[in-house]
């Protein structure tokens, strides 16, 4: 008994020894989510293409959707260690390429690639947690986690108006290459643990084609939509037959494939389909809000960007705290999904008040609404992440960290990129001269109204709010949609 408790490395020795290896790699995967968001209204006056500028976050959204099956496959092959150096050097050198960018279409190719690494680092480091630290421990170390989630989401949006006020935008790019240097340091003092090479494994090539066929096409379709003219209409009717074949391709292809890319056994239970879908809806409602909230707060109360950052401020400080909370109670408690359960209430209620009564809010009320929103938004991932590590079991932990990440991408992209169909739909069927207003005013701020008729500018602004009550009321769907999925996972406790 003795000898077993000397091998067993102490709390603070676990601690010390995983998590400042990870803490940073996460860090930076989270960090490049939300880091754009209030420099978008800069890029698009500097880039043109207001229109297409939500794609500079749904591009490494949809690129990091691609890589997290892919990372948690070659993972359970050939080890965490070494394709954390490969994720690493991507998105080093993905951010150099978008600090170079001379357009939103070169801008938007270069998060794609920049997603490539850092979906990897978001599911490599998921996978550390599972593969080092004991079943009834790892809620508490994913609160630690979604600690150095939450204080990169809340680095991203102050830190990112800050530095595009100060040095412009190209600044929150080239900020990754130090900071992703320091990240391969570190990593060198992960223990190495070899993958479980398969005899005769083969990478899923045809697996990913059709993966790619699928998302990409959907989601280019919900852009075109965002036009909601009759010239869009068939561009949109083929990249969603294509989407949805190339569904139906992929479905076929893991069923049949050795190795699937996709972790189709671990989607046959219904905990771990049920928490990858409450991922993704939960992605889905919070990429959105932090991706639109700042162009509301542009156009509609003329924020700068760095104003935007500390306003965004309560919203990610709101989520560490609801996730550290969470994840305490999870350890001591083993009950996991009744927190989402109860939490998706009030994000739901929150965001629907929200979409009705936005513009009755001075400045501090929304910033503690924020705070309140993410409280409860906070209740969510990390027991995501606990309940379906614990019922995939330790020969899958990294298809499981892939699968909830792949989930939660998912859904932010497609979240973000309907939300953005939804707003620019509304401005289009309300009025079809407010679009064009709106990416003026999205470029230059309320200055560009000074030009505008005093009628005018009032049924604009009018126009422009009912957008955005159309686009909050959006998120709050799908948060309702998450809450009935927490309701209805079959697993309320950790085994």
């Given at each position: 008994m003795?000898?077993?408790?000397?091998?067993?490395?102490?709390?603070?020795?676990?601690?010390?020894?995983?998590f400042p290896s990870i803490m940073l790699p996460m860090f930076l995967a989270v960090v490049d989510q939300t880091i754009v968001s209030t420099a978008l209204p800069a890029i698009a006056a500097s880039l043109g293409g207001v229109e297409r500028v939500s794609w500079v976050v749904v591009a490494?959204?949809?690129?990091?959707?691609?890589?997290?099956?892919?990372?948690?496959?070659?993972?359970?092959?050939?080890?965490?260690?070494?394709?954390?150096?490969?994720?690493?050097?991507i998105f080093i050198a993905?951010?150099?390429?978008?600090?170079?960018?001379?357009?939103?279409?070169?801008?938007?190719?270069?998060?794609?690639l920049q997603g490539l690494g850092g979906g990897g680092?978001?599911?490599?480091?998921?996978?550390?947690?599972?593969?080092?630290?004991p079943p009834r421990e790892?809620?508490?170390y994913q609160g630690y986690l979604a600690s150095v989630m939450v204080a990169s989401s809340t680095f991203g949006p102050v830190v990112g108006g800050l530095l595009t006020h100060h040095f412009g935008w190209r600044s929150i790019f080239l900020i990754n290459v130090p900071l992703g240097l320091l990240a391969v340091l570190l990593t060198v003092r992960l223990e190495r643990r070899p993958g479980r090479p398969q005899q005769a494994w083969s990478f899923d090539g045809m697996g990913l084609v059709l993966f790619i066929a699928f998302i990409a096409p959907v989601l280019l379709a919900l852009q075109q939509a965002q036009r909601m003219s009759a010239s869009a209409l068939p561009g949109f009717l083929v990249l969603t037959g294509i989407g949805i074949a190339a569904l139906l391709g992929l479905i076929v292809r893991e069923r049949r494939a050795p190795h699937p890319l996709l972790p189709i056994h671990l989607l046959r239970q219904p905990t771990i389909w049920r928490s990858?879908?409450?991922?993704?809806?939960?992605?889905?409602?919070?990429?959105s809000l932090v991706t639109f909230l700042p162009i509301y707060l542009r156009v509609l109360r003329g924020t700068s960007p760095s104003e935007t950052g500390l306003l965004l401020l309560p919203l990610m400080l709101g989520i560490g705290a609801g996730s550290m909370a969470t994840g305490r109670i999870v350890s001591r408690t083993g009950r996991t999904t009744i927190f989402p359960s109860v939490g998706l209430i009030f994000v739901t209620a929150a965001l629907v008040l929200l979409g009705l009564f936005a513009?009755?809010?001075?400045?501090?009320?929304?910033?503690?609404?924020?705070?309140?929103?993410?409280?409860?938004?906070g209740t969510v991932m990390g027991v995501v992440q606990v309940t379906v590590q614990?019922?995939?079991?330790?020969?899958?932990?990294g298809s499981a960290a892939a699968s909830v990440q792949l989930s939660r991408s998912i859904g932010a992209a497609a979240g973000t990129a309907l939300v953005g169909t939804v707003l620019f739909a509304a401005l289009a069927l309300a009025n079809p001269d407010t679009a064009p207003l709106f990416a003026t005013l999205v470029q230059q701020g309320p200055d560009a109204l000074a030009a505008v008729p005093a009628p005018r500018r009032a049924m604009a602004l009018t126009e422009i709010a009912s957008a955005f009550r159309a686009a909050f009321l959006t998120m709050a769907a799908f948060a309702a949609a998450g809450l009935w999925l927490a309701w209805t996972i079959p697993s309320r406790r950790l085994s």
């Open positions: 003795k000898d077993d408790l000397e091998a067993k490395p102490s709390t603070g020795r676990l601690f010390l020894s995983v490494y959204l949809l690129a990091g959707t691609i890589a997290a099956p892919v990372y948690g496959q070659l993972r359970d092959v050939y080890g965490g260690k070494r394709m954390m150096f490969a994720a690493l050097g993905a951010s150099l390429l978008c600090a170079v960018s001379t357009s939103i279409e070169m801008l938007s190719l270069a998060r794609i680092l978001m599911t490599l480091s998921q996978a550390l947690i599972g593969e080092a630290i790892r809620a508490r990858d879908a409450l991922a993704a809806c939960h992605g889905a409602t919070l990429v513009g009755d809010l001075g400045t501090r009320q929304l910033s503690l609404y924020l705070a309140f929103v993410g409280l409860f938004m614990n019922a995939a079991g330790s020969a899958s932990l």
